[in-house]
């Protein structure tokens, strides 16, 4: 008898020493360290009360529940060790007339200003949905936040999430959020009826800083495939939006917000629109978007950026190329109305002002200054395609003054912003001798001295290699002012001369292009 409860004793020992699984419901804190917690009510974190989450831990959710913070949470996973949220079974999570297949995500509410921040770090969050019967709860698939202004979330991945209204996996509302180095993959926002904002993150009345990102395959049935924000500052640097998409905005949407936090170091890419904006929209916003690359983009009638409603966005140091419409070519940019008045300053833009598009260039009330039109010679390859080779004239041709700019220290790649004093155009800054672009040995190598030059009617070459090379002049449209026959060059100086009336005062590219061979050479030439 003494041995059989010994054995029971010990068997319900070792059964409780090796338990993975706890189950959770109602109001909860203190600190979760096991490998799975099983969700099987709505949860709550009080005011004034904490939920540690150990790296590791799987929470999953057995229905459609709520976690409620009111207090903190610290769900601070590691690299090779994360948290993830998640549900049991996942039938039925598209149906957005049901609560089938998912959780119902984190939901923040207002905090006091005596609770400490809350933070996920290193987290999945997959499979939540925002529906409900009542319209208050359409918001944030992943995390709802409204009036809570201590949140971060870094590191994580947010994917398959979904929201009947607004922000597919994360919505603010009047609140602060930092957002970084976060994957936002195959979220929703919106319906066929109740068009959505914002597929992955929408950001209304908030403040944000979000810094180096990824944006892919989100959706939205509204605006913004990838991110918006309305009535909103955030700060937008450093991300990626790859194959969004949205009625309007495939990659971006910024609504009737003014202008604050510049829009820097951002690369779209073959985002699309159902109507307008494939790459960006403005609509009554006046942002400043700064060193940018929009390339690649799709959408009805605007493949790259589209303005409207009175938008006075401010782009400086973008390249805009290769963006479509359906059908045939069509205007990289278009101003709907004539109240919208962006402004653009040292941008490479394919086909220039006179490729505009929309009601709003009949009577133009914005600025197009110190803009080019020319090939931005993209790598092509590699991890970085659309950054920028040696011979690129988007290379030290942004605005001289870059004042205000706020503009990162680092690029897209994470290489130097500044080069050789002059900021480049788009979100890489090729990086010359000192870099991965170096300049191959069989390059054509030749400069224009002076430069600016003095004499329009002479052009002084000195050239460190031989050559035989046609000679072509251009200006910031791309169009061909002046084209210098085939020649043998040797190395050394050579002096050409131009025709008279060819030259007026401001920029050209002198471009050399190798007689049987593919090497080219551009150089910047500055006529006063």
Not at 314 to 341: E, R
Request: glycine residues 10%; contains cysteine; hydrophobic residues 35%.
């Amino acid at each position: 008898m003494k041995s059989t409860l010994l054995f029971s004793f010990l068997l319900i020992l070792i059964l409780t020493v090796n338990a993975t699984i706890v189950q959770v419901s109602g109001d909860v804190s203190g600190t979760w360290d096991t490998d799975t917690v099983q969700v099987i009510d709505n949860l709550r974190i009080p005011h004034d009360q904490s939920l540690i989450i150990n790296p590791g831990v799987k929470v999953i959710f057995d229905g459609y529940y709520k976690f409620n913070v009111e207090g903190q949470v610290m769900a601070n996973g590691m690299i090779n060790d994360s948290i993830s949220f998640y549900v049991t079974d996942t039938t039925g999570l598209y149906n957005m007339e049901s609560t089938e297949g998912a959780w119902a995500g984190f939901w923040f509410e207002p905090s006091a200003s005596v609770n400490d921040s809350s933070v996920f770090e290193f987290c999945n969050f997959k499979y939540s949905k925002a529906v409900s019967t009542d319209s208050v709860y359409w918001y944030g698939g992943a995390i709802c936040s409204k009036k809570y202004s201590k949140l971060r979330v870094s590191n994580c991945s947010f994917s398959n999430n979904i929201a009947y209204k607004n922000g597919g996996a994360i919505y603010c509302w009047n609140s602060s959020i930092k957002i970084e180095h976060c994957d936002f993959r195959n979220n929703a926002g919106g319906t066929a009826v109740d068009f959505g904002y914002g597929g992955a993150v929408c950001l209304e009345y908030s403040d944000a800083k979000v810094y180096k990102n990824y944006f892919t395959k989100n959706s939205s049935t509204g605006v913004g495939g990838g991110l918006s924000f309305e009535y909103s500052n955030p700060d937008i640097v450093g991300n990626v939006f790859l194959d969004n998409r949205s009625a309007i905005g495939g990659g971006l949407c910024g609504l009737r917000s003014e202008q604050g936090y510049p829009i820097l170091n951002n690369l779209f890419e073959n985002n699309s629109s159902t109507f307008f904006g494939g790459g960006v929209a403005f609509l009554g916003a006046h942002s400043s978007f700064a060193n940018n690359t929009i390339v690649n983009n799709f959408s009805m009638y605007a493949g790259g950026l589209y303005f409207n409603a009175g938008a006075k966005s401010t782009i400086k140091n973008c390249i805009i190329w290769n963006n479509s419409v359906a059908g045939v070519d069509g205007p990289q940019i278009y101003v709907y109305d004539v109240h919208s008045a962006p402004l653009f300053y040292y941008n490479d833009i394919e086909g220039g002002y006179e490729a505009f598009g929309g009601e709003g260039i009949s009577n133009f009330l914005g600025v197009y200054e110190d803009n080019i039109d020319l090939d931005p010679d993209f790598v092509g390859h590699g991890d970085h395609p659309y950054s920028l080779l040696e011979d690129s004239p988007c290379i030290n041709s942004g605005t001289p003054d870059t004042l205000g700019l706020a503009l990162p220290i680092l690029d897209l790649a994470g290489n130097t912003r500044f080069m050789e004093e002059h900021i480049d155009m788009g979100c890489y800054e090729n990086q010359g001798n000192s870099g991965v672009h170096n300049i191959a040995k069989d390059e054509i190598k030749l400069s224009v001295f002076p430069n600016p030059i003095s004499d329009r009617s002479i052009l002084n070459l000195n050239i460190l290699g031989p050559c035989e090379s046609e000679i072509t002049v251009m200006n910031t449209q791309g169009k061909t002012v002046f084209v210098i026959p085939i020649k043998n060059y040797n190395i050394g100086n050579h002096q050409i001369h131009i025709p008279e009336n060819i030259l007026n005062n401001g920029l050209y590219f002198l471009r050399v292009n190798e007689k049987n061979s593919n090497r080219t050479k551009t150089v910047k030439l500055i006529v006063h």
